[in-house]
């Protein structure tokens, strides 16, 4: 009996030993969960990679946050790529080794984003803008273009084809980010009315998929591929090249400002305005709430129409509605664009002692926000964190969302903008991952703070008032730039369009490599 025991336990240990045996076995197998490995080896295997371009291991501070800086995620290394190669490299050493790593990718162009989406923690960060650009590439003929390195920004892009006379014809409001970041949202400005966002007017991508995969898209070749990664939040692949539409350049714009005390008028303005075919070629607008001496601000940039009636205006203690509006021209055209103008101004109810006017080059006014950002950095004012919220709400549902957001949540705007303009969903295209409301015209409500008195937390407060308030009253909201925390979240955000999203990720980047920062997918342990 004690034998039979004997060889029993004997039996018993010899097989735990085998299935401890196989786990390490196994562990060391990639595509396994690797006990055998350890940070320095992943460290080791990534610093072997035969690269144009080099790895860093040490100086990674910058690289762990972004814009927003509200968080803090220390990648493991930064790549600086030579060519496209080193990218499609890194990403297959790390899809070749699966689970034994945790290693995750972001592509990193000016370190815009806001929550840390162009973070990858314990992950590799790619350095876009080392990307050589092998120059601006301009084409020009019935349908011009500008062929560019994702790494790109759009102010040397600008530059660099209005030597040519040339412009692409849609822009975000600042211009220091790169090509692949802004196409990887939507990039929005006050011409998306016209021209659709930036994802609308690019012809042709080149792109470095999940896979390590280096491919073409267009409208013809790879349709899927190409509408996926166009506002697809960096989940499909990491855009190394673009071809951008381009269109004739102005040398000069017009540049207005007028103001309105109720919001229904404001807003039937501004939708007018966008109706219009010949009309102006950039319609935004701000809120400005409780703003002392607001006019006599205007005045370092602009000319009011008439000095006296602005001196008398008081915007103290009022919620106010700025309509901004620009007609682009060229010099010889000066006095026709001044009569369009007028017309176009006689058709709108704004308070007339509060128009304003400039006359500027095209690149100074596409670059406005770049002088205020110089003024800030030299206060150490621009790298605080900045809660910005940006929301496309329904024209059905804007009214009683400005009448609850400017009139009871928010009592002051003195932290920063709050912009609010409507585009035309006919001018977008539908294909492209990037949601919308589902309405005709929607408006881009863009809360825009700089938390530099200890502020966050009373301004992250406001921020989700007003996403509770939009859940409550069950509109059609959609965040732009968008955060979510979990993946239902998510689903909620996508829709019915989720399942198409969730496959093609698996399709392009089937062990969620790439963009961890927006929380979307985790890791997958194996193919």
């Known amino acids: 009996m004690r034998l039979t025991s004997s060889l029993r336990l004997h039996r018993q240990n010899k097989k735990t030993f085998l299935k401890i045996f196989m786990i390490l076995f196994l562990s060391c197998i990639p595509g396994r969960t690797n006990l055998c490995s350890n940070h320095s080896d992943t460290r080791s295997s990534l610093d072997s990679l035969d690269l144009e371009g080099y790895i860093t291991f040490d100086d990674v501070h910058n690289a762990s946050k972004d814009f927003g800086n509200r968080y803090q995620f220390p990648p493991l290394a930064i790549l600086h790529p030579r060519s496209v190669s080193d990218i499609s490299t890194v990403i297959r050493h790390i899809l070749h080794l699966g689970s034994t790593s945790n290693l995750t990718v972001a592509a990193r162009g000016h370190g815009h984003s806001l929550q840390g989406q162009a973070l990858a923690h314990q992950g590799v960060v790619i350095n876009m803008e080392s990307l050589p650009s092998h120059g601006i590439k301009i084409y020009k003929g019935t349908q011009p273009y500008v062929d560019v390195s994702g790494g790109e920004l759009w102010i040397n892009i600008l530059r660099e084809t209005l030597k040519h006379g040339l412009s692409p014809k849609s822009w975000t409001d600042y211009l220091h980010l790169t090509v692949g970041g802004t196409l990887s949202n939507a990039g929005i400005s006050g011409q998306a009315f016209k021209h659709g966002p930036q994802i609308n007017n690019v012809y042709q991508l080149e792109i470095v998929t999940g896979k390590g995969e280096v491919m073409n898209c267009s409208e013809k070749l790879n349709p899927e591929l190409f509408h996926s990664v166009l506002g697809g939040l960096g989940q499909f692949g990491i855009i190394t090249r673009a071809q951008i539409s381009l269109g004739p350049a102005p040398h000069m714009v017009k540049w207005i400002r007028v103001l309105y005390s109720d919001f229904s008028t404001f807003s039937r ?86 128009l304003f006017s400039s006359v500027v080059p095209y690149i100074e006014f596409l670059d406005r926000v770049h002088p205020g950002e110089i003024k800030l950095r030299a206060k150490g004012l621009w790298e605080v964190p900045h809660p910005w919220m940006n929301l496309l709400v329904p024209k059905g549902s804007i009214f009683e969302f400005a009448t609850e957001v400017f009139n009871n949540i928010l009592t002051s705007n003195n932290n920063g903008p709050i912009l609010i303009y409507p585009v035309n969903q006919s001018k977008w295209k539908k294909h492209t991952s990037l949601i919308t409301p ?76 790439l963009a961890p920062g927006h929380r979307i997918f985790q890791k997958a342990t194996q193919l």
């Open 269 to 354: 303005d501004q939708e007018h305005l966008i109706s219009k075919k010949k009309g102006f070629d950039f319609v935004e607008g701000f809120v400005t709430i409780n703003r002392t001496d607001l006019l006599n601000n205007w005045r370092s940039s602009f000319t009011p129409n008439d000095s006296t009636e602005a001196s008398q205006f008081k915007s103290d203690g009022k919620t106010l509605y700025c309509l901004e509006v620009v007609k682009y021209f060229n010099k010889e055209e000066a006095n026709s664009m001044n009569q369009e103008t007028e017309n176009l101004l006689s058709e709108l109810s704004y308070i007339p002692s509060t």
């Open 438 to 513: 589902n309405e005709d015209i929607f408006y881009l409500v863009a809360f825009l703070p700089s938390a530099v008195q200890n502020d966050l937390e009373h301004l992250l407060r406001k921020n989700q008032r007003v996403l509770n308030f939009c859940a409550e009253a069950n509109m059609d909201v959609k965040q732009y730039l968008p955060h979510y925390e979990t993946q239902r979240e998510w689903r909620s955000h996508f829709g019915n369009r989720w399942e198409t999203f969730a496959k093609m990720k698996h399709e392009y980047d089937p062990l969620a490599i």
